[in-house]
């Protein structure tokens, strides 16, 4: 079946460092891609997505490249700020409708 | 606009009980979805409605149900509950439930404690 693995947690840098949080996949066919985030007290949200090899997906400094050779979509973020402190979920939806197979979630924490 | 609103926001229940939980999506969206978020298993699919026919289903037991009204809301129920249904469900609605221009989005989750 499918699934989403993703590396354990939790994840500590400083500011400014460069991040890099692995995802790998297992699915049949071409899954979509996601990146979600769910910051301390919110809800889950988007961060980014992909739906098909090759594209990149950005959004707020983050950036994620859908490998279909390496089945995987590992996140990356150039320099860390505090704010990005939170837990990073990846995901993939097959098929018709929404219906996600999430990693168990990387917790970040950014210090100053 | 309104974001997606579950309702109650926490819930205690015990063993062998059953319980229902609301979920009110964003206004005009068609699709709903559930999840349980657990620590150990994490995030888990349980359905996904639209115009009220379920059009996908994780794999749980019979035990956990759900249903869509005309109005888009949803309810999901689940009976004779375990411990092991401790867990944080969440509600997704999304406009037309599908990835293109259509995103997910998530309310706060019920937390349902069973003793």
């Known amino acids: 079946g499918n699934s989403v693995t993703q590396m354990e947690g939790p994840v500590t840098l400083s500011e400014e460092a460069f991040l890099t949080i692995n995802c790998t996949y297992t699915?049949?066919?071409?899954?979509?891609l996601f990146w979600y985030v769910q910051y301390p007290g919110e809800g889950l949200q988007l961060l980014l997505k992909?739906?098909?090899?090759?594209d990149k997906g950005s959004n707020k400094g983050f950036e994620a490249t859908y490998r279909k050779e390496t089945t995987s979509f590992h996140l990356e973020k150039g320099s860390v700020q505090v704010s990005d402190s939170a837990v990073y979920f990846c995901?993939?939806?097959?098929?018709?409708?929404?219906?996600?197979?999430f990693g168990k979630g990387t917790s970040l924490l950014v210090t100053p | 606009k309104a974001g997606v609103t579950q309702t109650p926001r926490y819930l205690i229940k015990t063993r062998g009980q059953q319980v229902t939980l609301s979920c009110s999506p964003i206004s005009g969206h068609r699709s709903v979805s559930w999840y349980q978020q657990t620590p150990g298993q994490g995030l888990q699919f349980l359905f996904e409605?639209?115009?009220?026919?379920?059009?996908n289903k994780g794999n749980f037991p019979g035990r956990f149900s759900g249903r869509q009204f005309s109005n888009s809301r949803s309810e999901m129920n689940v009976s004779t509950l375990e411990l092991g249904d401790s867990a944080l469900y969440l509600c997704?609605?999304?406009?037309?439930?599908?990835?293109?221009?259509?995103?997910?989005?998530f309310g706060n989750g019920t937390r349902l404690t069973v003793t």
């Open positions: 995901a993939l939806n097959k098929g018709s409708g929404y219906a996600l197979n």
């Open positions: 409605y639209f115009s009220e026919t379920q059009r």
């Open positions: 997704a609605s999304s406009l037309w439930g599908t990835e293109d221009n259509s995103p997910l989005h």
């Open positions: 699915a049949t066919g071409y899954p979509s």
């Open positions: 992909a739906t098909k090899a090759d």
